[in-house]
């Protein structure tokens, strides 16, 4: 529930609006709609951040929802492979990682 909370304020925070309903296996960007940045991820440090948009080929910036067995969705990177994760007791709550995790 944690997580779940989080991530919603990060997005709230980022776009002024959630968009709850994402399709599985399709890509999206996560644009902020009141500053226009799109959150990518780092290849080195597999951090996220918010920057500007890079175009139609910039695969870090975007995300694939797959959603679960429970009915939750799991955000991969396209570029990365890598997993949106929870990274507690840092300035960055959130972060790149190998494993799912689920977020309602």
Do not use: P
């Given at each position: ?12 925070m ?32 597999h951090?996220?951040s ?32 890598r997993y ?21």
């Open positions: 529930m944690k997580l779940k909370s989080l991530f919603l304020a990060m997005l709230v980022l776009s002024g609006v959630v968009m709850a309903q994402v399709e599985s296996g399709k890509v999206y960007r996560i644009v902020s709609g009141k500053y226009g940045t799109v959150i990518t991820s780092s290849l080195a440090e951090t996220l918010c920057v500007e948009e890079g175009g139609s080929t910039d695969y870090q910036q975007m995300w694939q929802f797959t959603q679960e067995n429970n009915g939750k969705f799991s955000i991969k990177n396209v570029f990365t492979g949106i994760q929870h990274q507690e007791y840092t300035n960055n709550a959130f972060r790149t990682g190998s494993s799912k995790v689920e977020f309602a």
